[in-house]
């Protein structure tokens, strides 16, 4: 029902910057669009972990301590994107990152990008 379509990953030297974009579509998403949305991403050998959300209508955002200040997640319903704006990378940001997709009040997080990676050199 929701496809989602990643891209922007790749190489940044610390202290950089990078720009995450999803491209969303499918019948559900493109007529009703109240999806929550967010990225995520699994560094090697760790569990997978939420690094920002945003609601429907762009309203609401979450972060965690780990990225706050340095990522960004916006939204444009318009042209059904979401994006990650990611500045001052660190090493220990490398991981592949996912978007993914949700009802905004009901459900989990049922669509998911292929992923992208990104790898922050020191």
């Known amino acids: 029902q929701v496809q989602l379509a990643e891209s922007g990953g790749g190489l940044v030297q610390a202290g950089g910057s990078l720009r995450l974009s999803c491209a969303a579509s499918?019948?559900?998403?493109?007529?009703?669009?109240?999806?929550?949305m967010a990225w995520f991403r699994q560094a090697p050998g760790k569990e997978r972990v939420i690094v920002a959300r945003i609601s429907w209508r762009g309203g609401s955002t979450y972060y965690p301590d780990s990225v706050k200040g340095r990522f960004t997640i916006s939204r444009d319903n318009a042209k059904n994107t979401v994006d990650l704006q990611m500045n001052s990378l660190k090493p220990e940001d490398t991981a592949v990152y996912y978007c993914?997709?949700?009802?905004?009040?009901?459900?989990?997080?049922?669509?998911w990008g292929q992923g992208t990676q990104v790898t922050v050199s020191s």
């Open positions: 993914a997709a949700k009802p905004q009040f009901t459900g989990d997080y049922d669509y």
């Open positions: 499918g019948r559900t998403f493109n007529t009703y669009n109240t999806y929550t």
